[in-house]
């Protein structure tokens, strides 16, 4: 990058994120984002009031709270942060202002990209962190679960970077690509991962699971037909997938021709 | 010298709809008027000229370079959009410091910048409100300061004189201004290029075009109580070419190919005989009506 771009990089993302934390959809992201928080309290209620073990609430966090962010929070976000990077300035009739400015496009797009990133980020690392302390407060002297949070919310920000980056691609290819992202998340990612053998490895899911632990249990999502890749393999498929989505939006972003309305 | 701005062979369409074709055309300096009728072309030629489209067919070039892709030359260009477009969770001043950052001014300079633009178009005091909060007309300047903070050497204005003050206080060594409004442009210079149906017009100084447009004749319609008695008078002069009696019999169409003369007759005549009149009014004074006397319709 050149010292060039990564001016107007840093002023497009500073600008984007603060307008970003005031967006109305940020909002209603964080609504969402507090979902799992309020299911882990209602969990440990139960425990309280004796209609749950201690041992059913570890099983509820394992099970079901690790498939709702990694396999639905996590994608959704992504999903909209991602498309919206292009698809609303085409939506608002925006972008001339940006592409009218002696600035690079990729300039633009990656401003906008880490903009959008750091706000899911924010939302994803704030609601997992306060749902984990939610799910372990027993066992916060406990360095294992230490380690166990910072595992989840590295795999969260990979996942984040990976999938932001894919539906990047996607909105800088075409307007309405939202459709074809919620596809790709509860269609491909979802059936597609359950596939044995080497099938599996195309979805961004498997890299995913292949970095969480695997609690006991039969029906978990994370060991349902799962055969994990090695950590350190996983991690760099997912940054090295997500580096190459990056590249294919700014491929896209710097030549595609975006025309904002009927043309006079 | 070099044009600020040259077409050669110019072509665009989107699919099977025409936006321009084979358009050559030179601007030298000063303020162009860039005129026609709504779906014309005058957008898709603007959005070429500031790189936001990219020619199907031939070339266009500003200050002798290529538009498209290649952003440095923005640096020299301002481009005022068309849409009703802003990002309204930003304040007018976030806004325009942030193109104005992007230009690559830097702290003081940049907000100095900023200021000077949004005073320019009126809007130092509201430029700290969201954006969302801005009327029509407001955004209208925004869109216009957004434009003109950098001080470009070549200024592009598409359609932007819809509630907006009067533009001709903006010192810009360039100007290419779009309407369809033909008095608007009118005011602002006499240079003038006629686009219809993607293809240039006609290109001049707008008294020669209208010079051409009185080789043509010009209906004038008198509402009057008494249009037979006026038409008594009227009849007879060379410069009238048909008097026709409006249906409810409240007045008369008159076919002029002086209109200047006609308009200093008919007033004398008024004056001196006291023919009542409601309403004096030019059907075929609008720019659709000129076009449509040009290509003959």
């Given at each position: 990058m050149?010292?060039?771009?990564k001016?107007?990089?840093?002023i497009?993302?500073?600008?984007?994120?603060?307008s970003g934390?005031?967006?109305?959809r940020?909002?209603?992201?964080i609504l969402l984002a507090l979902?799992?928080?309020?299911?882990m309290?209602?969990?440990r209620?139960?425990?309280?009031?004796?209609?749950?073990?201690?041992?059913d609430?570890a099983?509820?966090?394992?099970?079901?709270?690790?498939s709702?962010y990694?396999q639905l929070l996590?994608p959704?976000?992504a999903?909209?942060?991602g498309?919206?990077i292009?698809?609303?300035?085409l939506?608002?009739k925006?972008l001339v202002?940006l592409?009218?400015v002696?600035v690079?496009r990729?300039?633009?797009?990656?401003g906008?990209?880490?903009?959008?990133?750091?706000?899911?980020?924010?939302l994803?690392?704030?609601?997992?962190?306060?749902?984990?302390?939610?799910a372990s407060?027993?066992?916060?002297?406990d360095?294992?679960?230490?380690?166990?949070?910072?595992l989840?919310?590295?795999t969260?920000?990979?996942?984040?970077f990976?999938?932001s980056a894919?539906?990047?691609a996607?909105g800088?290819?075409?307007k309405?690509?939202?459709?074809?992202?919620?596809?790709?998340v509860?269609?491909?990612?979802?059936?597609v991962?359950?596939?044995?053998?080497v099938?599996?490895k195309?979805t961004?899911?498997?890299?995913i699971k292949?970095?969480l632990p695997i609690?006991?249990?039969?029906?978990?999502?994370?060991?349902?037909?799962?055969?994990?890749?090695?950590?350190l393999?996983s991690v760099l498929?997912?940054l090295?997938a997500?580096?190459?989505?990056l590249?294919i939006a700014?491929?896209?972003?710097?030549?595609k021709e975006?025309?904002?309305?009927?043309?006079? | 010298?070099?044009?600020v701005l040259k077409a050669?062979?110019?072509?665009k369409?989107?699919g099977?709809?025409?936006?321009?074709?084979?358009?050559?055309?030179?601007?030298r300096s000063?303020?162009?008027?860039l005129?026609?009728?709504?779906?014309?072309?005058k957008s898709?030629?603007?959005?070429?000229?500031?790189?936001?489209?990219k020619?199907k067919?031939?070339?266009l070039?500003?200050?002798?370079?290529?538009?498209?892709g290649?952003p440095?030359?923005f640096r020299?260009?301002?481009f005022c959009?068309?849409?009703?477009?802003a990002y309204?969770?930003m304040?007018?001043?976030?806004?325009?410091?942030l193109l104005?950052r992007?230009?690559?001014?830097?702290?003081?300079?940049a907000?100095?910048?900023?200021e000077k633009?949004?005073?320019?178009v009126?809007?130092?005091?509201?430029?700290?409100r969201?954006i969302?909060?801005y009327s029509?007309g407001?955004?209208?300047r925004l869109?216009?300061?957004?434009?003109?903070?950098h001080?470009?050497?070549?200024?592009m204005l598409d359609?932007?004189l819809?509630g907006v003050?009067?533009?001709?206080?903006?010192?810009?060594?360039?100007?290419?201004v779009?309407?369809?409004?033909?008095p608007?442009?009118?005011?602002?210079?006499?240079?003038i290029?006629?686009?219809?149906?993607?293809k240039?017009?006609a290109?001049?100084?707008?008294?020669?075009i209208?010079n051409?447009?009185d080789?043509?004749?010009?209906?004038?319609s008198?509402?009057?109580?008494?249009p037979?008695?006026?038409a008594?008078?009227?009849?007879?002069n060379?410069f009238?070419?048909g008097?026709?009696f409006a249906?409810d019999?409240?007045?008369?169409?008159?076919?002029?190919n002086?209109?200047?003369q006609?308009?200093?007759h008919?007033?004398s005549?008024?004056a001196?005989?006291g023919?009542?009149?409601?309403?004096?009014?030019s059907?075929?004074?609008n720019l659709?009506?000129v076009?449509d006397?040009l290509?003959?319709?």
């Amino acid at each position: 990058m050149t010292m060039k771009a990564k001016r107007p990089i840093r002023i497009l993302f500073r600008s984007f994120f603060s307008s970003g934390l005031r967006a109305k959809r940020t909002r209603v992201f964080i609504l969402l984002a507090l979902v799992p928080v309020l299911l882990m309290l209602a969990a440990r209620i139960m425990e309280g009031v004796g209609s749950a073990s201690a041992s059913d609430v570890a099983g509820f966090f394992g099970h079901f709270m690790l498939s709702l962010y990694f396999q639905l929070l996590i994608p959704v976000l992504a999903l909209f942060f991602g498309t919206s990077i292009v698809n609303e300035e085409l939506d608002n009739k925006t972008l001339v202002y940006l592409t009218t400015v002696p600035v690079p496009r990729r300039a633009v797009l990656l401003g906008k990209y880490l903009a959008a990133l750091l706000l899911a980020a924010l939302l994803i690392v704030a609601g997992f962190l306060l749902c984990f302390l939610a799910a372990s407060f027993t066992r916060l002297g406990d360095a294992a679960a230490w380690e166990e949070l910072g595992l989840f919310l590295g795999t969260s920000l990979l996942a984040l970077f990976c999938y932001s980056a894919l539906f990047t691609a996607l909105g800088a290819f075409m307007k309405k690509s939202i459709l074809l992202g919620l596809f790709f998340v509860f269609g491909w990612e979802s059936v597609v991962q359950y596939f044995p053998g080497v099938t599996q490895k195309f979805t961004i899911i498997h890299w995913i699971k292949s970095l969480l632990p695997i609690p006991p249990g039969q029906n978990s999502f994370l060991s349902f037909q799962l055969q994990p890749s090695p950590p350190l393999q996983s991690v760099l498929t997912l940054l090295a997938a997500g580096l190459l989505f990056l590249y294919i939006a700014v491929f896209i972003f710097e030549r595609k021709e975006y025309i904002l309305s009927d043309n006079a | 010298m070099t044009p600020v701005l040259k077409a050669e062979k110019l072509s665009k369409w989107y699919g099977n709809i025409l936006g321009i074709s084979d358009i050559n055309l030179e601007i030298r300096s000063g303020i162009t008027g860039l005129l026609g009728p709504n779906g014309a072309g005058k957008s898709t030629f603007l959005k070429i000229a500031a790189g936001q489209l990219k020619p199907k067919l031939g070339a266009l070039t500003v200050f002798g370079e290529p538009v498209y892709g290649n952003p440095r030359l923005f640096r020299r260009i301002g481009f005022c959009p068309e849409h009703d477009s802003a990002y309204v969770e930003m304040s007018g001043r976030g806004f325009i410091l942030l193109l104005a950052r992007l230009h690559g001014f830097a702290g003081a300079e940049a907000a100095a910048k900023a200021e000077k633009a949004l005073a320019t178009v009126g809007l130092l005091d509201s430029q700290d409100r969201l954006i969302k909060g801005y009327s029509f007309g407001m955004r209208q300047r925004l869109r216009l300061a957004s434009s003109i903070l950098h001080e470009p050497e070549l200024l592009m204005l598409d359609e932007p004189l819809r509630g907006v003050d009067p533009l001709w206080r903006i010192r810009i060594m360039q100007l290419i201004v779009s309407s369809h409004i033909l008095p608007e442009i009118e005011a602002m210079t006499n240079e003038i290029v006629l686009i219809h149906q993607g293809k240039i017009f006609a290109k001049g100084d707008i008294h020669r075009i209208r010079n051409l447009i009185d080789s043509h004749p010009h209906q004038v319609s008198i509402r009057t109580p008494h249009p037979r008695q006026l038409a008594a008078r009227l009849i007879g002069n060379d410069f009238i070419s048909g008097i026709e009696f409006a249906s409810d019999h409240r007045g008369l169409t008159v076919r002029t190919n002086q209109r200047d003369q006609f308009f200093t007759h008919l007033m004398s005549l008024l004056a001196e005989s006291g023919v009542e009149t409601e309403e004096i009014t030019s059907p075929d004074d609008n720019l659709q009506a000129v076009f449509d006397y040009l290509i003959g319709k």
